[in-house]
T-cell receptor, first 111, second 116 residues
Framework: DAKTTQPNSMESNEEEPVHLPCNHS???????IHWYRQLPSQGPEYVIH???SNVNNRMASLAIAEDRKSSTLILHRATLRDAAVYYC????????????FGQGTRLTINP | KAGVTQTPRYLIKTRGQQVTLSCSPI?????VSWYQQTPGQGLQFLFE???????NKGNFPGRFSGRQFSNSRSEMNVSTLELGDSALYLC???????????????FGEGSRLTVL
Protein backbone atom coordinates (compact mmCIF):
# COMPACT_ATOMS: atom_id res chain seq x y z
CA ASP A 1 0.00 0.00 0.00
CA ALA A 2 1.40 3.35 -1.03
CA LYS A 3 2.30 5.60 1.88
CA THR A 4 2.67 9.32 2.38
CA THR A 5 5.11 11.36 4.42
CA GLN A 6 4.18 14.67 6.03
CA PRO A 7 5.87 16.95 8.56
CA ASN A 8 4.61 16.34 12.08
CA SER A 9 3.71 19.96 12.70
CA MET A 10 3.60 23.38 11.11
CA GLU A 11 2.79 26.82 12.36
CA SER A 12 1.47 29.87 10.58
CA ASN A 13 -0.15 33.21 11.26
CA GLU A 14 -3.74 34.14 10.72
CA GLU A 15 -4.59 35.53 7.26
CA GLU A 16 -1.31 34.27 5.79
CA PRO A 17 -1.05 31.49 3.19
CA VAL A 18 -0.10 28.02 4.38
CA HIS A 19 1.62 25.38 2.27
CA LEU A 20 1.34 21.85 3.63
CA PRO A 21 3.66 19.39 1.85
CA CYS A 22 3.18 15.68 1.29
CA ASN A 23 5.58 13.16 -0.23
CA HIS A 24 4.25 10.04 -1.92
CA SER A 25 7.14 8.66 -3.88
CA UNK A 26 5.57 5.20 -4.30
CA UNK A 27 2.31 6.49 -5.75
CA UNK A 28 0.89 4.38 -8.56
CA UNK A 29 -0.28 5.87 -11.82
CA UNK A 30 -3.94 5.56 -10.90
CA UNK A 31 -3.89 6.63 -7.24
CA UNK A 32 -5.83 9.74 -6.35
CA ILE A 33 -4.33 12.16 -3.84
CA HIS A 34 -6.79 13.10 -1.13
CA TRP A 35 -6.50 15.56 1.73
CA TYR A 36 -8.59 15.41 4.87
CA ARG A 37 -8.42 17.42 8.05
CA GLN A 38 -9.49 16.64 11.57
CA LEU A 39 -10.59 19.38 13.88
CA PRO A 40 -10.39 18.74 17.62
CA SER A 41 -13.02 16.26 18.86
CA GLN A 42 -14.38 15.65 15.38
CA GLY A 43 -14.05 13.04 12.67
CA PRO A 44 -11.92 13.85 9.63
CA GLU A 45 -13.49 15.97 6.92
CA TYR A 46 -12.74 16.04 3.23
CA VAL A 47 -10.71 18.98 1.95
CA ILE A 48 -9.74 18.30 -1.65
CA HIS A 49 -8.49 15.63 -4.02
CA UNK A 50 -6.76 15.37 -7.38
CA UNK A 51 -5.10 13.05 -9.83
CA UNK A 52 -2.63 14.95 -12.01
CA SER A 53 -3.73 18.54 -12.46
CA ASN A 54 -3.84 21.23 -9.82
CA VAL A 55 -7.25 21.61 -8.21
CA ASN A 56 -9.07 24.46 -6.51
CA ASN A 57 -12.17 24.51 -4.37
CA ARG A 58 -13.68 26.86 -1.83
CA MET A 59 -11.56 25.43 0.97
CA ALA A 60 -8.12 25.09 -0.57
CA SER A 61 -5.92 24.45 -3.57
CA LEU A 62 -3.97 21.31 -4.35
CA ALA A 63 -0.74 21.56 -6.27
CA ILE A 64 0.53 18.23 -7.65
CA ALA A 65 4.11 17.80 -8.82
CA GLU A 66 4.60 16.82 -12.43
CA ASP A 67 6.01 13.41 -11.44
CA ARG A 68 3.18 13.04 -8.88
CA LYS A 69 5.64 12.07 -6.16
CA SER A 70 4.66 15.01 -4.02
CA SER A 71 1.81 17.43 -3.54
CA THR A 72 1.08 20.59 -1.57
CA LEU A 73 -2.15 21.66 0.06
CA ILE A 74 -2.49 25.43 -0.01
CA LEU A 75 -4.69 27.35 2.36
CA HIS A 76 -4.75 30.82 0.86
CA ARG A 77 -5.65 32.80 3.97
CA ALA A 78 -5.49 30.78 7.13
CA THR A 79 -8.00 31.40 9.88
CA LEU A 80 -8.03 30.15 13.44
CA ARG A 81 -10.65 27.60 12.36
CA ASP A 82 -8.09 26.00 10.05
CA ALA A 83 -6.12 24.73 13.05
CA ALA A 84 -6.36 20.97 12.67
CA VAL A 85 -4.45 17.82 11.78
CA TYR A 86 -4.16 17.51 8.00
CA TYR A 87 -3.87 14.09 6.39
CA CYS A 88 -2.65 13.36 2.91
CA UNK A 89 -3.73 9.91 1.69
CA UNK A 90 -3.73 7.94 -1.54
CA UNK A 91 -6.86 6.22 -2.77
CA UNK A 92 -6.88 3.60 -5.49
CA UNK A 93 -9.68 3.76 -8.07
CA UNK A 94 -10.39 0.11 -7.40
CA UNK A 95 -11.10 0.92 -3.80
CA UNK A 96 -9.84 -2.47 -2.69
CA UNK A 97 -6.96 -1.10 -0.69
CA UNK A 98 -6.15 -0.46 2.92
CA UNK A 99 -6.16 3.28 3.47
CA UNK A 100 -3.02 4.49 5.22
CA PHE A 101 -3.53 7.81 6.97
CA GLY A 102 -0.16 8.31 8.61
CA GLN A 103 0.31 10.75 11.45
CA GLY A 104 -0.65 13.85 9.49
CA THR A 105 0.52 17.43 10.02
CA ARG A 106 -0.72 19.31 13.04
CA LEU A 107 -1.28 22.89 11.88
CA THR A 108 -1.23 25.66 14.46
CA ILE A 109 -2.52 29.10 13.52
CA ASN A 110 -1.34 32.07 15.53
CA PRO A 111 -3.67 35.05 15.89
CA LYS B 1 -29.11 15.40 4.32
CA ALA B 2 -28.15 13.68 7.54
CA GLY B 3 -24.50 12.84 8.03
CA VAL B 4 -22.87 9.65 9.20
CA THR B 5 -24.24 8.63 12.57
CA GLN B 6 -22.27 6.57 15.04
CA THR B 7 -23.63 5.13 18.25
CA PRO B 8 -22.89 5.11 21.05
CA ARG B 9 -20.70 8.22 21.21
CA TYR B 10 -19.04 7.21 24.45
CA LEU B 11 -18.81 3.95 26.32
CA ILE B 12 -16.81 2.36 29.09
CA LYS B 13 -16.12 -1.35 29.27
CA THR B 14 -13.90 -3.60 31.34
CA ARG B 15 -11.26 -6.01 30.15
CA GLY B 16 -12.65 -9.23 28.77
CA GLN B 17 -15.99 -7.78 27.80
CA GLN B 18 -17.16 -7.34 24.24
CA VAL B 19 -18.54 -4.27 22.51
CA THR B 20 -20.63 -3.55 19.43
CA LEU B 21 -20.49 -0.19 17.69
CA SER B 22 -22.97 0.98 15.07
CA CYS B 23 -22.61 3.17 12.02
CA SER B 24 -25.41 4.52 9.86
CA PRO B 25 -24.06 5.88 6.58
CA ILE B 26 -25.41 8.78 4.60
CA UNK B 27 -28.57 7.78 2.74
CA UNK B 28 -27.68 6.21 -0.58
CA UNK B 29 -24.10 5.39 0.40
CA UNK B 30 -23.25 1.73 0.10
CA UNK B 31 -19.66 1.67 1.32
CA VAL B 32 -18.67 1.85 4.96
CA SER B 33 -15.14 1.71 6.32
CA TRP B 34 -13.96 1.63 9.92
CA TYR B 35 -10.86 3.13 11.56
CA GLN B 36 -9.24 3.06 14.96
CA GLN B 37 -7.62 6.25 16.20
CA THR B 38 -5.22 6.32 19.14
CA PRO B 39 -2.69 8.97 20.18
CA GLY B 40 0.19 6.62 19.56
CA GLN B 41 -0.81 4.94 16.31
CA GLY B 42 -2.90 7.61 14.65
CA LEU B 43 -5.68 6.61 12.27
CA GLN B 44 -5.56 2.94 11.34
CA PHE B 45 -7.76 1.16 8.85
CA LEU B 46 -9.86 -1.68 10.25
CA PHE B 47 -12.07 -2.89 7.42
CA GLU B 48 -14.32 -1.82 4.60
CA UNK B 49 -17.72 -3.10 3.52
CA UNK B 50 -19.58 -2.63 0.29
CA UNK B 51 -22.95 -4.19 -0.44
CA UNK B 52 -22.70 -6.41 2.66
CA UNK B 53 -19.32 -7.80 1.59
CA UNK B 54 -16.04 -7.15 3.34
CA UNK B 55 -13.70 -5.84 0.67
CA ASN B 56 -10.58 -5.35 2.71
CA LYS B 57 -9.28 -5.76 6.22
CA GLY B 58 -6.50 -4.03 8.10
CA ASN B 59 -3.87 -5.61 10.31
CA PHE B 60 -5.96 -6.21 13.40
CA PRO B 61 -6.50 -9.44 15.32
CA GLY B 62 -9.55 -11.59 14.79
CA ARG B 63 -11.15 -10.10 17.90
CA PHE B 64 -12.14 -7.22 15.64
CA SER B 65 -14.98 -8.06 13.30
CA GLY B 66 -17.69 -6.30 11.42
CA ARG B 67 -20.65 -6.70 9.18
CA GLN B 68 -22.91 -4.69 6.96
CA PHE B 69 -26.65 -5.03 6.61
CA SER B 70 -28.80 -4.77 3.52
CA ASN B 71 -29.68 -1.17 4.40
CA SER B 72 -25.93 -0.37 4.40
CA ARG B 73 -25.79 0.16 8.16
CA SER B 74 -22.69 -1.40 9.63
CA GLU B 75 -21.61 -2.73 12.97
CA MET B 76 -18.21 -3.57 14.32
CA ASN B 77 -17.58 -5.85 17.24
CA VAL B 78 -14.57 -6.21 19.49
CA SER B 79 -14.48 -9.29 21.70
CA THR B 80 -12.36 -9.98 24.76
CA LEU B 81 -11.49 -6.32 25.20
CA GLU B 82 -7.97 -5.33 26.15
CA LEU B 83 -6.74 -2.06 27.66
CA GLY B 84 -5.07 -1.23 24.35
CA ASP B 85 -8.42 -1.25 22.58
CA SER B 86 -9.24 2.09 24.18
CA ALA B 87 -9.58 4.40 21.22
CA LEU B 88 -11.81 6.53 19.07
CA TYR B 89 -13.51 4.32 16.48
CA LEU B 90 -14.50 6.16 13.35
CA CYS B 91 -16.58 5.06 10.44
CA UNK B 92 -16.79 6.66 7.04
CA UNK B 93 -19.23 6.23 4.22
CA UNK B 94 -19.07 6.81 0.50
CA UNK B 95 -21.37 6.17 -2.42
CA UNK B 96 -19.33 3.38 -3.94
CA UNK B 97 -16.29 1.44 -2.84
CA UNK B 98 -14.45 4.65 -1.97
CA UNK B 99 -16.12 6.07 -5.05
CA UNK B 100 -13.29 4.81 -7.22
CA UNK B 101 -10.94 7.28 -5.69
CA UNK B 102 -12.73 10.24 -7.21
CA UNK B 103 -15.10 11.14 -4.42
CA UNK B 104 -14.93 11.88 -0.79
CA UNK B 105 -15.31 9.91 2.39
CA UNK B 106 -17.77 11.22 4.93
CA PHE B 107 -16.77 10.52 8.50
CA GLY B 108 -18.88 10.26 11.60
CA GLU B 109 -17.84 11.82 14.88
CA GLY B 110 -16.75 8.49 16.26
CA SER B 111 -17.40 6.26 19.22
CA ARG B 112 -14.96 6.74 22.07
CA LEU B 113 -14.30 3.46 23.84
CA THR B 114 -12.56 3.31 27.19
CA VAL B 115 -11.48 -0.08 28.49
CA LEU B 116 -10.77 -0.29 32.22
Amino acid sequence: DAKTTQPNSMESNEEEPVHLPCNHSTISGTDYIHWYRQLPSQGPEYVIHGLTSNVNNRMASLAIAEDRKSSTLILHRATLRDAAVYYCILISPTGAQKLVFGQGTRLTINP
Amino acid sequence: KAGVTQTPRYLIKTRGQQVTLSCSPISGHRSVSWYQQTPGQGLQFLFEYFSETQRNKGNFPGRFSGRQFSNSRSEMNVSTLELGDSALYLCASSFGPRTGGTGELFFGEGSRLTVL
